[in-house]
C-alpha cells in the first residue's frame, strides 16, 4: 500500500501492554510487551516518538520532516511503519 491509499487522518495508538521508550541498555528505542521486546531500528525509533494517541499520521509525517527536512521517503517510511505495526498488533489506527 503507498501513500495515496493509506488515510493519512488515522490516528495510531499503543495498544493496551504495549511501551513505546528509550532502552538505555539497548542504546535505541524499545516496544516493550509483557511477552518481550523489540528492538527498533533508528527510523522506526524516531516514527513511534511521535506515536502519542493525540495526532494522525499526517501530523507525525510533517513533524518527521520539520526535524529531517523533507525528504520524499518520509512520507512512505511512515506509512510502511504504520502498516507493519498495524500488523504486529503494536498499534491501533482510529
Known sequence: MNKEQFDLNLVPTW???????FEPAQNGFVILYPEGMI??????????????????????????????????EIDQDVVDYMLVAKQQHWIDLV
Not at 15 to 20: D, L, N, P
Open 15 to 21: 495498544r493496551q501492554g504495549y511501551r513505546f521508550q
Open 39 to 72: 528492538k527498533l531500528n533508528e527510523s522506526a525509533g524516531a516514527i513511534g516518538q511521535y506515536i502519542d494517541g493525540q495526532q494522525n499520521v499526517f501530523a507525525i509525517i510533517s513533524q518527521l520532516k520539520q526535524k529531517f527536512g523533507d525528504i520524499a
